[in-house]
């Protein structure tokens, strides 16, 4: 039974109250199953904060997901992360910032994904040259994965839809107007 299967048949059973939340505790510690809400207890001075900030920063930056970055033992929970982007105005801009680099790099893996031929071919057992479709397909996914991402993470760089004419600015006016009184120069009118 997968992981996910067995922790929501649990909850199931604590809606259905045939279960209590420490039970539930008792079961997760000894199946060794975690959950990420252990590090909830943590006590992070300021200065603290800020390193440990300044590191998740940095990795962002880097290419890694917030999500890779927290599931880690030694670095807060996503919750307390959070809760220090929304104090801090500070804060919010440093991980848009670093978002933005994170994009640039998923785009620079695009490139390197795209260019990379090394298993692409491979040798049959008879000495022929083959191509390996799973791998091209594979390739392919991941090339589309990433641009979805990136259209999403920096839509005004990335994104599918391009705005020559505005620079991303509301207009305050309509683009084009039409007057039907107005008077139109007809070529059947002689």
């Given amino acids: 039974m997968s992981t996910f299967i067995f922790i929501s048949f649990l909850i199931c059973l604590y809606k259905n109250k045939l ?3 420490n039970l539930i505790d008792l079961i997760m510690k000894k ?3 975690d959950t990420g809400y252990e590090k909830e207890g943590r006590f992070y001075s300021p200065s603290d904060v800020e390193k440990v900030f300044d590191s998740i920063i940095r990795e962002i930056e880097y290419g890694c997901s917030v999500r890779e970055i927290l599931r880690r033992e030694e670095t ?9 982007l929304n104090l801090d105005d500070n804060k919010v801009v440093r991980y848009n910032q670093a978002m933005k680099l994170r994009a640039h790099n998923l785009f620079e893996e695009i490139l390197e994904i795209a260019d990379s031929q090394d298993k692409d071919v491979y040798i049959d057992k008879d000495g022929n040259e083959r191509t ?5 397909n594979r390739s ?5 994965a990433r641009k979805w991402v990136i259209g999403r993470m920096d839509p005004a760089k990335y994104g599918d839809k391009m ?12 683009i084009l107007t039409i007057d039907p009184l107005s008077d139109i120069d007809d070529d059947t009118k002689q």
């Avoid at 807060?76 to 220090?84: E, Y």
């Avoid at 392919?140 to 589309?144: E, I, R, S, T, W």
């Avoid at 705005?163 to 309509?174: E, F, H, M, S, V």
């Fill in 132 to 136: 390996d479709h799973n791998v091209v």
């Fill in 31 to 33: 199946k060794k199953i």
């Fill in 163 to 174: 705005d020559i004419t505005t620079n991303q600015k509301d207009l305050n006016r309509p």
């Fill in 19 to 21: 279960l209590s939340l």
């Fill in 76 to 84: 807060p929970s996503q919750r307390t992360f959070f809760k220090w």
């Fill in 140 to 144: 392919k996914l991941q090339v589309d």
